[in-house]
């Protein structure tokens, strides 16, 4: 057993996590990857058992939040998002907007990409007031939601200003919780006859800002479409197959127009047509995809550390102690692999 | 995500269940900046259809469903008893952390403290197994709201 460990907290807090289950002596790795934590855990998790390095592996993510939006941790040095946030301000001056943009940095990255996106491409907010509708309507039925209510698209546009065009409920809320998924390797599945349970993990693409973040100066690029479009392309070489053979898919929709600038990156439609699939309801129940069928980050919660992997339990923020939280753990295969790291697909 | 779309590729969504899935993806983004994404299917040799209750048995902790949430309940009893009476698991493990790890050996019978904390969490995970889920989620959403001012 290899555990992979999670958080966006102090160091060696996964080890803080974990060691009171016993002292095993088995390797943790602490990963702080900001919203992306979770999946980059079981990413190096994933990777551990492709090399055959453990038969299975544990990629573990957890959570919890500082009340209000995202804020940077340390204001003695130099910030990791300053060349993001600087070229967004930069941007932002050169446009003559009859009302300057206003809120916490984060809601400001996407809501200037969808901003650019409408500019562009003749969406409009509606769209986007669409998608969290959407989204909030899907969460109706799960238990597991933060929110389970569900404002219409006009609901959601009337809704509090958080900043020049978002409201509060094309945002994720301020959530802790917890999840965890065990990677296994397709031997340990047959040998502990977990076949009933075994979901293979068919592709996996991890990836990181290209020279187009900077030098396209798009407001899209900003919020990482271009890490979008190459994490999917490589997710969908290694498993064989195209945005047309996906049903469903969970989407990072952190802020509501972060999900439409994100369906032509993961190949869903052409550049430019975004809109339309919303049009088309292309992303709900009886479309061509079922696009954040949990209700999305805006509705289920958005606990950095563990939203890539899992279901978690939306926790009072009023104190409930570490010992009465409660993970989700999902069980992933990979396929058969030599000790060369080669998977074979 | 990931443990919402392993659901909907076994077919335990519940109400959330997407028809005829065969592929499913996540995505998750971190500015700054990382992006990951996965595509997940029914391995070659999955076995549909297993008995869920057999399941649950075999792993009572791993696999919860969200369309058996009443199960989910007893998963959280039957975890708080687990722990309560495992005697590698310390409730109190910082104040006395063990200096050595010792596998598969007993250290006897819960005492005195320990023992106690044990039976409190018994009750505790009674109550809340007991408590309706729904009135819990309504209060928990109600502060939510309150405190959100993102």
């Known amino acids: ?345 | 995500m990931v443990k919402y779309m392993v659901d909907q590729l076994r077919g335990d969504a519940g109400k959330l269940q997407v028809p005829n899935v065969k592929h499913a993806l996540t995505h998750n983004i971190g500015l700054g900046g990382s992006c990951v994404v996965t595509v997940l299917k029914r391995a070659d040799f999955y076995k549909a259809g297993a008995d869920i209750k057999k399941r649950y048995v075999r792993l009572l902790l791993l696999c919860p469903s969200p369309s058996k949430s009443n199960l989910l309940e007893t998963d959280l009893y039957l975890a708080s008893l687990r722990v309560a009476f495992n005697p590698q698991i310390r409730l109190q493990p910082w104040r006395r952390m063990p200096t050595t790890h010792r596998r598969g050996t007993s250290q006897g019978p819960l005492k005195g403290f320990q023992r106690l904390l044990a039976r409190q969490a018994l009750s505790q995970a009674r109550d809340r197994a007991a408590t309706p889920r729904t009135s819990l989620s309504a209060e928990r959403r109600k502060l939510a709201v309150e405190r959100s001012d993102m």
């Open chain 1, 1 to 345: 057993m290899f555990p992979v460990l999670v958080l966006d907290g102090d160091s060696t807090c996964g080890q803080r996590a974990l060691y009171h289950l016993g002292m095993t002596g088995i390797p943790i790795i602490n990963v702080n990857n900001n919203c992306s934590t979770g999946s980059s855990a079981l990413a190096v998790a994933a990777n551990a058992v492709a090399a055959g390095q453990a038969d299975c592996a544990l990629a573990l993510g957890f959570e919890k939040m500082a009340a209000g939006s995202l804020s940077s941790a340390w204001n003695d040095r130099a910030n990791p998002m300053e060349g993001t946030i600087s070229q967004l301000f930069e941007i932002e001056g050169e446009k003559e907007y009859e009302k300057d943009d206003f809120g916490p940095f984060a809601a400001r990255i996407f809501g200037a990409a969808g901003q650019e996106y409408c500019e562009k491409y003749g969406a409009t907010w509606d769209h986007i007031a669409q998608i969290a509708a959407k989204n909030h309507k899907h969460s109706a039925v799960n238990p597991y939601a933060q929110f389970r209510n569900t404002p219409s698209a006009t609901e959601v546009s009337k809704a509090r200003a958080i900043t020049r065009e978002i409201t509060l409920p094309m945002c994720s809320p301020t959530s802790d919780g917890g999840a965890a998924a065990i990677i296994v390797s397709e031997a340990f599945v047959h040998k502990h006859g977990l076949e009933s349970q075994a979901i293979e993990l068919a592709g996996l693409g991890i990836a990181t800002d290209s020279p187009k973040l900077y030098e396209t100066r798009s407001r899209i690029e900003l919020a990482g479409a271009d890490m979008s479009r190459r994490a999917a392309q490589r997710a969908y070489e290694q498993a064989g197959v195209g945005p047309s053979d996906i049903q469903v898919i969970e989407l990072h929709d952190c802020f509501a127009p972060n999900e439409l600038v994100t369906y032509p990156a993961l190949g869903l439609c052409a550049e430019g047509e975004a809109h339309k699939i919303v049009e088309r309801g292309d992303n709900t129940y009886g479309g061509k995809w079922v696009i954040n069928p949990s209700g999305g980050l805006e509705s289920k919660g958005h606990p950095l550390g563990a939203t890539g992997l899992g279901r978690f339990f939306a926790l009072d923020k009023s104190g409930v102690s570490s010992e009465k939280r409660f993970l989700t753990l999902a069980l992933l295969s990979i396929p058969t692999c030599t000790r060369h790291g080669q998977v074979h697909g």
